[in-house]
């Protein structure tokens, strides 16, 4: 495929098929895919858009007569812990972190099917072999990285989480993360959402991109406690959600 930039980038429309967040409503969605040289860029342009990326796809719900799927990002710099997320992290004091090349590993893919069991019995992603995570890990055309969360105190050094994360311009795009199930008591979700936050501000950046938030979703409220949050409107750009 040749090089596409943000002018001559053709967009195909999926099939409509039953949206997995709102019941009883069809989604469809806007792909392209990401290539040759200009990716990274096209990926920030449309990411900037309102898109996600998946594998070397970059996509946007355009559902008829519905936008209820928004992307999120959390405005970093001002960001300011609550009482939970401190005791978060404080919880998650013993563990280390290490920021990797996009390379699968069986230890990182047995975590990730324990979490699909766990997590999301019956879905789709529980019945990825080994090699359907190697492409969605390492089928990336833009700069990613993987970040892995283990029990420093651990004779074993435990990997008990991993992120999928895109490095962004102006921050890091939160593509795909699991968790150890069976240490629900760490709320190791919310760790790694603050661990991202403190990486951007580490950097001197300034978002940490959360992907689609659906406000009438229950599995996507989680995301609207991370503030200050904006959503991509569209032509209005990014706009602050207010209480």
Same mark, same amino acid.
């Given at each position: 495929?040749?090089?596409?930039?943000?002018?001559?980038?053709?967009?195909?429309?999926?099939?409509?098929?039953?949206?997995?967040?709102?019941? +009883?409503?069809?989604?469809?969605?806007?792909?392209?895919?990401?290539?040759?040289?200009?990716?990274?860029?096209?990926?920030?342009?449309?990411?900037?858009?309102?898109?996600?990326?998946?594998?070397?796809?970059?996509?946007?719900?355009?559902?008829?007569?519905?936008? @209820?799927? *928004?992307?999120v990002?959390?405005?970093? +710099?001002?960001?300011?812990?609550?009482?939970r997320?401190?005791?978060? !992290?404080?919880?998650?004091?013993?563990?280390?972190?290490?920021?990797?090349?996009?390379?699968?590993? $069986?230890?990182?893919?047995?975590?990730?099917?324990?979490?699909? %069991?766990?997590?999301?019995?019956?879905? +789709?992603?529980?019945?990825?072999?080994? *090699? %359907?995570?190697?492409?969605? $890990?390492?089928?990336?055309?833009?700069?990613?990285?993987?970040?892995?969360?283990?029990?420093?105190?651990?004779?074993?050094?435990?990997?008990? @989480?991993?992120?999928?994360?895109?490095?962004?311009?102006?921050?890091?795009?939160?593509?795909?993360?699991f968790?150890?199930?069976?240490?629900?008591?760490?709320?190791? +979700?919310?760790?790694?959402?603050?661990?991202?936050?403190?990486?951007?501000?580490?950097?001197?950046?300034?978002y940490?991109? !959360?992907?689609?938030? $659906?406000?009438?979703?229950?599995?996507?409220?989680?995301?609207?406690?991370?503030?200050?949050?904006e959503?991509?409107?569209?032509?209005?750009?990014?706009?602050?959600?207010?209480?």
């Open positions: 495929m040749t090089d596409q930039s943000p002018e001559t980038t053709q967009l195909f429309l999926t099939a409509a098929m039953p949206c997995p967040y709102l019941p +009883g409503h069809m989604e469809r969605k806007l792909f392209t895919h990401l290539s040759g040289r200009r990716a990274s860029a096209l990926h920030h342009v449309l990411s900037d858009n309102g898109f996600r990326r998946s594998q070397n796809l970059i996509y946007r719900p355009a559902c008829e007569g519905c936008n @209820a799927c *928004q992307s990002r959390i405005v970093a +710099g001002e960001f300011a812990a609550s009482g997320f401190r005791r978060v !992290l404080r919880a998650n004091a013993d563990i280390s972190i290490t920021v990797r090349p996009t390379t699968a590993t $069986v230890e990182q893919y047995e975590l990730f099917k324990r979490y699909l %069991d766990s997590r999301h019995a019956g879905g +789709g992603m529980t019945q990825m072999s080994y *090699q %359907d995570y190697e492409y969605m $890990v390492e089928d990336t055309p833009v700069q990613s990285v993987l970040v892995e969360y283990r029990l420093r105190d651990h004779p074993e050094q435990t990997l008990v @989480a991993v992120a999928l994360t895109d490095v962004m311009p102006d921050g890091l795009s939160m593509v795909y993360s968790y150890d199930p069976d240490l629900a008591h760490r709320s190791l +979700g919310t760790f790694l959402i603050l661990d991202h936050i403190a990486q951007v501000r580490s950097a001197r950046l300034n940490v991109y !959360l992907g689609y938030w $659906v406000k009438d979703s229950p599995k996507m409220a989680y995301k609207a406690q991370y503030r200050p949050l959503v991509q409107r569209g032509h209005a750009g990014w706009c602050r959600v207010e209480d």
